[in-house]
């Protein structure tokens, strides 16, 4: 059971599908900031490209931060206390636990800040998140860089999607009843945004594992 929200919630840009969506919420100067404390986490634990299951590369490039990291080669995908090449994952920094306190007004923190870089061709095929032990908790998404097409779904598999483009500094919330929505990213806005010095993505999601 997730404990009583300590702080109002803000109210979001909008709604889609049951997801949250505060259009946004990072203004450039944050943005810059939380960017500055991703590049400590990246050269701690550095991107990956992880196998699935099948021994598919995927197109993202993984890390994380926080008690767990999200990983996933042949064995399947888990949370995982250590990277996959050892030690243990840098702390989530406290510009992005700022989001995630400000956005859910909750006194449990996130174990697992999952950092995902697309490049101009990565994608995300429809998933939902569901390898948390209580989807009572919300998960919080940030978005860093170029702009994204996110689709959303239902949580049943198939059906249809409604798809809305996620720009920098934009943080979405998959809660409640849409904690379970299937999601996915179709394409990138190659260009679109001047945050990141090569181009490409970086997505944050927030998540309470056990
Ligand atoms: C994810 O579902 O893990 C990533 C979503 C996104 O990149 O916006
Ligand atoms: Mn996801």
Sequence with gaps: MSSPAHTPTPA???????????????DGAAQQDMLEDLRGVIRAAPL????????????????SAGRYGWVSDRRGYRYA???????A???IPASVLAVWDAITGLDRRPDCCLVNYY???ARMGMHQDRDEADFDWPV???????SALFRIGNIQRGGPTQSLWLDS???????GAAR???HGVDRLRAGSSSLLARGGRINLTLRVVD
């Design 169 to 175: 500094g934009d943080v979405l919330v998959m809660g």
């Design 81 to 87: 206390p250590h990277h996959p090449a050892g030690g």
């Design 48 to 63: 990956i490209r992880p196998e699935t299951r099948f021994g598919r590369k995927m197109s993202v490039r993984m890390t």
């Design 89 to 91: 994952w840098p702390p």
């Design 180 to 182: 379970l929505v299937h």
């Design 119 to 121: 490049d101009a061709d």
């Design 140 to 146: 919080v998404s940030v978005s860093l860089g170029d």
């Design 12 to 26: 979001p840009t909008l709604t889609l599908r049951g997801v949250a969506v505060f259009k946004g919420w990072l």
